[in-house]
């Protein structure tokens, strides 16, 4: 069965310093999703992805954060200057559609900020 | 602001009991819902679709009451296995906080 991939799978950073997390969706999906879980806590929606832009991002996805997809298969977020808060799990999501379909998650990059 | 509630937990059952979750939404205009389960420090996995007419897979039922604006899950002869947090989502954006299960032998 195909899988959402992701690596790191931990990832160990210093505050202030830039991360980037890395993400190959599934190959016939066109939505592709970024969540954060910090410990303990719910599952928060980061952004959406379709068609080489942004269709939506939540209250959390400030200036400090950016999405890619640099080549045909790799799907990328980027946290510039990480603090302290910025700990958390960050899952990647495909879809094959918006709305209806259910989201296939990676399993996910462990981020500490020091 | 569109959110999804949810009982935390945790709910301890004995092995073979039937469990229900039930999930509250406020976005009466919410097209689609979805269980998943998260075990510990692992990614959330598609339990099942939530339909209108109310769907069962295997051991799970799932109903939705777009009157009331409450999504539930059905676990019969419940397992070991099934100890996990039970998510409840509208669409893919808003998530609930999750219902945590503990089954006991």
């Known amino acids: 069965e195909p899988e959402v991939t992701q690596t790191p799978s931990h990832q160990v950073t210093q505050m202030g310093q830039e991360v980037i997390l890395r993400c190959v969706p599934i190959s016939n999906h066109l939505y592709f999703y970024w969540y954060r879980q910090i410990l303990g806590q719910k599952v928060e929606f980061l952004v959406s992805?379709?068609?080489?832009?942004?269709?939506?991002k939540s209250e959390i996805f400030d200036d400090q954060f950016s999405v890619e997809r640099p080549d045909g298969s790799n799907f990328t977020l980027k946290i510039r200057s990480t603090k302290l808060e910025d700990s958390a799990m960050y899952f990647c999501?495909?879809?094959?559609?918006?709305?209806?379909?259910?989201?296939?998650f990676g399993n996910g990059t462990r981020l500490t900020v020091t | 602001r569109k959110e999804v509630e949810q009982d935390p937990g945790p709910f301890n059952v004995p092995e073979g009991a039937t469990v229900a979750f039930n999930c509250t939404y406020s976005?009466?205009?919410?097209?689609?819902f979805f269980w998943y389960r998260q075990d510990c420090r692992k990614e959330p996995k598609l339990l099942m679709s939530v339909y209108s007419s109310g769907n069962e897979d295997g051991r799970f039922t799932a109903q939705l009451n777009r009157a009331s604006q409450y999504i539930s899950l059905l676990i019969r002869d419940s397992k070991l296995s099934d100890s996990a947090t039970y998510l409840c989502v509208s669409g893919q954006l808003i998530w609930g906080a999750g219902t945590k299960l503990i089954i006991k032998p």
């Open positions: 976005n009466s205009a919410s097209q689609s």
């Open positions: 992805f379709y068609n080489n832009e942004i269709s939506e």
């Open positions: 999501a495909s879809s094959v559609d918006r709305g209806n379909s259910p989201l296939h």
